[in-house]
């Protein structure tokens, strides 16, 4: 239906129930609908993922006591099937929040992190490296549906508030990462003498939130936006349909996207146990990675103001070569405080790069389902190269 069919004036006439308020009229939506439900979605998402992440190359480190398969390290499996896992769902992911709508997409990707963090947690009380990595795995399909929230909030504002949209979605992750360390401590108390499986399981309550939100918001496909003022004047005959996304179009955000995920993948994988070799516990290096959360989603508050001043693209460039420096820098410096800074600073290059090739892909026309697939595919495929490298 339209939103000049929502909003077509009826006349009146006997038996009929209806309301002649000026509420009835268009009006300019200050937000789009549901983004408070979004942000709240995606910031226990972001918390889930930032538990896992700080765990999963220790626990697989640990399980696997030093054993490989040719080049590869056993313990890498587990992060490995993370992000596999995220990669994999992506493709599904898009078409299912486009033909049953967010509310059901975003549940059901919260239902599989959900098993997966109880998986995860059992593998850890039995010491099972392959349930582990199964568990790793539907977590990371998760993940692989959370990535489409900021398409929900660009897709749920108009062009002049788009930037902030996306901008207040990615910031709400930074919240995750503040609350990341003190619950995890709790949750690890609680679970002794399991090593990880408080943690594991404190990912799956949060998926189980992130489900509590999914299922409460307003019934849309990716949003309301043809609800907004703007959408209806856009409707007319002059203005005629959207304007599709080239697919040559996708590329420059493509890459830098995907390079920006390998290198924050790359040092995700290294800098906790590079901590490790330094001497730092574990509560220390999850209280690092909390921070690298932070980093990784608090930058993109002030991404949208500077992106609107001096363009998506400048910023994307900028913050990628930042992003690269950093990632190498975490593996290469040999002392503890050197490697936390540059984990840190990797986690905001990747924030204001990726915030920019999102607004990049929506800016140049309106990408398809199967556009946005390849292009979330290949930013994970990209974090999974990162990982293993």
Same mark, same amino acid.
């Given at each position: 239906?339209?939103a000049d069919g929502?909003?077509?004036?009826?006349?009146?006439?006997a038996?009929?129930?209806?309301?002649a308020?000026?509420?009835?009229a268009?009006r300019?939506?200050?937000?789009?609908?549901?983004?408070?439900?979004l942000a709240?979605g995606?910031?226990?998402?972001?918390?889930?993922q =930032?538990l896992?992440?700080?765990?999963?190359?220790l626990?697989?480190?640990m399980?696997?006591a030093?054993?490989?398969y040719?080049?590869v390290?056993?313990?890498?499996?587990p992060?490995?099937?993370?992000?596999?896992g995220?990669? @994999?769902?992506?493709l599904?992911?898009?078409?299912?929040?486009?033909?049953?709508?967010?509310?059901?997409?975003?549940?059901l990707?919260a239902?599989?992190g @959900?098993?997966g963090?109880?998986v995860?947690?059992?593998?850890m009380?039995v010491?099972?490296?392959?349930l582990l990595?199964?568990?790793?795995a539907?977590l990371g399909?998760?993940q692989g549906?959370?990535?489409?929230?900021r398409?929900?909030?660009?897709?749920?504002a108009?062009?002049?508030?788009r930037a902030?949209?996306?901008?207040?979605?990615?910031?709400?992750?930074?919240?995750a990462g503040?609350?990341?360390p003190?619950?995890?401590?709790?949750?690890?108390?609680?679970?002794a003498?399991?090593?990880?499986?408080?943690?594991?399981?404190l990912?799956?309550?949060?998926q189980?939130?992130?489900?509590?939100f999914?299922?409460?918001?307003p019934?849309?496909r990716?949003?309301?936006?043809d609800? /907004?003022?703007?959408?209806m004047r856009a409707? /007319?005959?002059?203005a005629g349909?959207?304007?599709?996304?080239?697919?040559?179009?996708?590329?420059a955000?493509? =890459?830098?996207g =995907?390079?920006?995920?390998g290198?924050?993948?790359?040092?995700m994988?290294?800098?906790?146990?590079?901590l490790?070799?330094?001497?730092?516990?574990v509560?220390?290096?999850s209280?690092?990675?909390a921070w690298?959360v932070v980093?990784?989603y608090a930058?993109?508050?002030?991404?949208?103001?500077?992106?609107?001043?001096?363009?998506?693209?400048?910023?994307?460039m @900028?913050?990628?070569?930042?992003c690269?420096?950093?990632a190498?820098?975490?593996?290469?410096?040999?002392?503890?405080a050197?490697?936390?800074a540059?984990?840190?600073?990797v986690?905001?290059g990747?924030?204001?790069?990726?915030l920019a090739?999102?607004l990049m892909?929506?800016?140049?026309?309106t990408?398809?389902?199967a556009?946005?697939?390849?292009?979330d595919?290949?930013?994970?495929?990209?974090?999974?190269?990162?990982?293993?490298?």
């Amino acid at each position: 239906m339209s939103a000049d069919g929502l909003f077509e004036d009826y006349e009146a006439r006997a038996g009929r129930l209806a309301c002649a308020c000026p509420e009835d009229a268009p009006r300019a939506l200050r937000r789009p609908i549901g983004e408070g439900r979004l942000a709240g979605g995606f910031a226990l998402v972001v918390l889930a993922q =930032a538990l896992t992440l700080g765990v999963l190359p220790l626990a697989g480190a640990m399980l696997a006591a030093g054993q490989s398969y040719g080049p590869v390290p056993l313990g890498a499996l587990p992060l490995a099937a993370f992000l596999a896992g995220a990669a @994999v769902a992506s493709l599904p992911a898009s078409f299912l929040l486009d033909t049953f709508g967010r509310r059901a997409g975003f549940a059901l990707g919260a239902s599989l992190g @959900v098993a997966g963090g109880v998986v995860c947690a059992y593998a850890m009380m039995v010491a099972a490296l392959p349930l582990l990595v199964v568990g790793a795995a539907w977590l990371g399909a998760a993940q692989g549906f959370g990535m489409f929230y900021r398409h929900a909030a660009a897709f749920g504002a108009g062009a002049q508030g788009r930037a902030g949209a996306v901008a207040r979605l990615l910031g709400a992750g930074a919240l995750a990462g503040l609350a990341g360390p003190l619950l995890a401590g709790g949750a690890e108390a609680l679970a002794a003498p399991y090593t990880f499986a408080g943690t594991l399981l404190l990912a799956a309550l949060a998926q189980l939130g992130a489900l509590a939100f999914a299922v409460s918001l307003p019934e849309a496909r990716f949003s309301h936006a043809d609800l /907004t003022v703007e959408a209806m004047r856009a409707a /007319t005959p002059a203005a005629g349909a959207p304007r599709a996304l080239g697919w040559r179009a996708m590329a420059a955000p493509l =890459a830098l996207g =995907a390079l920006a995920w390998g290198a924050m993948t790359s040092a995700m994988a290294g800098a906790p146990l590079s901590l490790a070799g330094c001497g730092i516990g574990v509560p220390a290096i999850s209280g690092f990675v909390a921070w690298h959360v932070v980093a990784m989603y608090a930058p993109a508050l002030a991404g949208g103001w500077i992106a609107r001043r001096i363009g998506a693209a400048p910023l994307a460039m @900028v913050a990628l070569a930042g992003c690269l420096a950093a990632a190498a820098m975490v593996r290469l410096l040999p002392e503890a405080a050197g490697i936390v800074a540059a984990f840190l600073a990797v986690g905001a290059g990747w924030s204001l790069a990726t915030l920019a090739a999102t607004l990049m892909l929506h800016e140049r026309g309106t990408p398809s389902r199967a556009q946005l697939a390849l292009h979330d595919g290949a930013l994970l495929i990209a974090a999974l190269a990162g990982a293993l490298v």
